[in-house]
């Protein structure tokens, strides 16, 4: 879910918060008033002062919305269903620039699904970003990580970082590039 707009709020507790586009991480004391700039998958842009923030999902109540909350998964579901709902999760990850979910740019390059002995699943993620210089890289990594293991069946989550191949606009889905003006 994508929206844009300029709803005022005010921090109802300090918050964990990323500054765009640096990626460094901040602390946003109660009271702060801020402005929504828009949400994305679960996230939250905010402007204060002319700068933006990125309030995760999780952190959600410190602005009085609501959190993220695991996916449901049916107790029956196959090591295929876990695979879908996986990329599920991955399809709420936005790159915080662009208003894209991270699948359909193309920055996923390898989704590896393994149960382990407790019967749950290891997931490894390779992904890269569409600049190698991008400041957000590790916040959108993290990100990742996060939307993956909330699910209950996952017991671990790596999210690796690759340039290899570089990303390119061909990478992107037919949806992806309608949603940019490219087709």
């Not at 004391?29 to 402007?47: H, K, R």
């Not at 107790?75 to 699948?103: G, H, L, R, Y």
């Not at 989704?111 to 957000?136: H, W, Y």
Request: charged fraction near 20%.
């Amino acid at each position: 879910m994508y929206s844009h707009h300029n709803e005022p709020v005010t921090f109802i507790r300090d918050c964990q918060a990323v500054l765009i586009p640096s990626g460094e991480l901040v602390s946003l004391s109660e009271g702060t008033v801020a402005f929504i700039t828009q949400t994305l998958g679960g996230s939250f842009t905010v402007m204060i002062e002319g700068n933006l923030f990125r309030i995760a999902g999780i952190d959600a109540d410190a602005i009085g919305k609501e959190s993220i909350k695991p996916p449901e998964v049916p107790s029956n579901a196959s090591d295929s269903d876990i695979e879908a709902i996986i990329w599920d999760q991955m399809k709420t990850c936005f790159d915080p620039e662009i208003p894209i979910n991270i699948v359909d740019l193309g920055l996923i390059y390898n989704c590896s699904i393994e149960k382990n002995n407790s019967d749950r699943f290891n997931v490894q993620i390779d992904m890269t970003l569409t600049a190698p210089g991008c400041g957000m890289g590790d916040i959108l990594a993290e990100d990742v990580k996060e939307k993956i293991k909330i699910i209950p069946q996952i017991e671990y989550v790596e999210v690796l970082l690759v340039f290899e191949p570089p990303w390119d606009q061909s990478m992107m889905s037919e949806v992806a590039k309608l949603e940019a003006g490219l087709l």
